[in-house]
């Protein structure tokens, strides 16, 4: 907090009472303040994450769609054209798991928890409760 003053002895109730709610205002804009700033890192974290899947979708969707069919029609010159497209669909279906397999584990990294904030909660907490008289 910005205004932290030590507690006067002939402070009447009031003036108390309004430099706790002053103080507690602050600290509360504070952790606010503190949230916002974790959760935005975590959220840019999953829109990374978000646009690797995304791009390895559409690089999968082009790549099955072009090398599909110009390795099934050259595996078509050694087996039956229905078995040389069966065996390429079969590889792609491998490696699109693959990407999905990488891109689900970048989205189990992540974690969302405000690991800060709350840390300080509790802290601010504790604090508030060795304040009683």
Request: charged share 20%.
């Amino acid at each position: 907090m910005s205004d932290v003053r030590p507690p006067t002895t002939d402070a009447s109730l009031g003036e108390l009472f309004s430099q706790l709610t002053t103080d507690l205002s602050g600290l509360v804009r504070d952790e606010v303040e503190l949230a916002k700033v974790e959760l935005k890192e975590d959220i840019s974290d999953v829109g990374r994450a978000g646009g690797m899947l995304g791009g390895a979708a559409v690089a999968g969707y082009m790549a099955i769609v072009l090398v599909s069919f110009a390795a099934a029609w050259g595996l078509a010159e050694l087996m039956p054209v229905g078995l040389a497209f069966l065996i390429v669909a079969a590889l792609w279906g491998i490696a699109g798991y693959l990407l999905y397999l990488r891109g689900r584990d970048q989205f189990q990294q992540t974690d969302l928890k405000p690991e800060q904030t709350i840390t300080t909660l509790e802290e601010d907490v504790q604090w508030a409760k060795n304040q009683r008289p």
